[in-house]
């Protein structure tokens, strides 16, 4: 069974930093596309940032400079290095695994503070 679990959410100030883990249970070799979507209050989830199994990446115009995902296939994680940030970054922030299934782990809040 596969099993996402996000770490290294808080809260931070605007113009602060953090960076977010996905670490999964089995080899992340296995998922085509790997991704980062947040979800704010009353607002449907959206996507943040994918990086496919040869590092190509893509992101939403929002977070475009200022977010870097990337993947370590040795360690199975999955990172989101989240620089510049503002208090409309503010959500909670799934990981999320696709190959034949896609997979969602249980989600890490981040607040960021005005």
């Known amino acids: 069974q596969v099993q996402l679990v996000e770490s290294g959410g808080g809260l931070v100030q605007a113009g602060g930093s953090l960076r977010l883990s996905c670490a999964a249970s089995v080899s992340i070799f296995s998922f085509n596309t790997m991704g980062w979507y947040r979800q704010a209050p009353g607002k449907q989830r959206e996507l943040v940032a994918t990086?496919?199994?040869?590092?190509?990446?893509n992101y939403a115009d929002s977070v475009k400079g200022r977010f870097t995902i990337s993947r370590d296939n040795a360690k199975n994680t999955l990172y989101l290095q989240m620089n510049s940030l503002k208090p409309e970054d503010t959500a909670v922030y799934f990981c999320?695994?696709?190959?034949?299934?896609?997979?969602w782990g249980q989600g890490t809040q981040v607040t960021v503070s005005s």
């Open positions: 999320n695994a696709a190959n034949f299934l896609s997979y």
């Open positions: 990086i496919t199994s040869n590092g190509t990446s």
